[in-house]
């Protein structure tokens, strides 16, 4: 199993910035994937950006946050960190991070943060 907690959400004004951060504890070790999702109320969940672990850190992104948001890893410390600039009140949702491990892709997902940007 493994276990995510994400932390950093809170209330920014437009145009500002935050870093999330997702700390995995638990079987780290078969992690292929990690990333973040996001969910505004009476919308989808959506996913936006994702690095793999295990392929030379590639990443993708939603074409919404693209040029604004950047995924990053910190492997020592078993982290992943979402660092939002440029923030717009349509980021306004609730952030969840999640992971994709083992040989059959389990996926867990962290507790969600809140992120609300003001105009």
């Known amino acids: 199993q493994v276990q995510l907690v994400e932390s950093g959400g809170g209330l920014v004004q437009a145009g500002g910035s935050l870093r999330l951060s997702c700390l995995a504890s638990?079987?780290?070790?078969?992690?292929?994937?990690m990333g973040w999702h996001r969910q505004a109320p009476g919308k989808q969940r959506e996913l936006v950006a994702r690095?793999?672990?295990?392929?030379?850190?590639?990443?993708n992104y939603a074409d919404s946050v693209k040029g604004r948001f950047t995924i990053s890893r910190d492997n020592a410390r078993s982290t992943v960190y979402l660092q939002m600039n440029s923030l717009k009140p349509d980021d306004t949702a609730v952030y969840y991070c999640?992971?994709?491990?083992?040989?059959?892709?389990?996926?867990?997902w962290g507790q969600g943060t809140q992120v609300t940007v003001s105009a």
């Open positions: 638990g079987s780290i070790f078969s992690i292929n994937d």
């Open positions: 690095i793999r672990i295990t392929s030379g850190g590639l990443t």
């Open positions: 999640y992971t994709l491990w083992g040989d059959r892709q389990k996926i867990s």
